[in-house]
């Protein structure tokens, strides 16, 4: 059974840092593109970041460029989202999600995925 478990959610302060962690289960990571979401309440599900572990490609939304680093950890086999000077706007469930992704690019549309993880919350306040 194909899972993914996301961990390192939580309170940050902020200007502060997470890393947060993406662990899939019933599959490795390799021909995966791998996406970073998030859903702030009230608000559609955006696309935050993703990697296509194949060809290695990285994209960013606008928003987060320069503050989010997508990595992969290829002896854990997961994939670590580093979310640096944080802000009160970042404040969300933030979902990983998988597809076999065929492109040399990765994509930042929900609807573009078939497996999803359940969400960790981060929230960032003083």
């Known amino acids: 059974q194909v899972q993914l478990v996301e961990s390192g959610g939580g309170l940050v302060q902020p200007g502060g840092s997470l890393t947060l962690s993406c662990a899939p289960s019933?599959?490795?990571?390799?021909?995966?593109?791998i996406g970073w979401f998030r859903q702030a309440p009230g608000k559609e599900r955006e696309g935050v970041t993703c990697i296509n572990t194949r060809s290695g490609t990285r994209r960013f939304t606008d928003s987060v460029m320069g503050r989010f680093t997508i990595s992969r950890d290829y002896a854990k086999n997961t994939v670590n989202l580093q979310m640096k000077r944080l802000q009160p706007e970042d404040t969300a469930v933030y979902y990983c999600?998988?597809?076999?992704?065929?492109?040399?690019?990765?994509?930042?549309?929900?609807?573009?995925?078939?497996?999803w993880g359940q969400g960790t919350q981060v929230t960032v306040s003083s």
């Open positions: 019933g599959f490795t990571l390799d021909g995966y593109s």
């Open positions: 999600a998988a597809v076999k992704y065929a492109e040399f690019s990765c994509p930042l549309v929900a609807n573009e995925y078939h497996f």
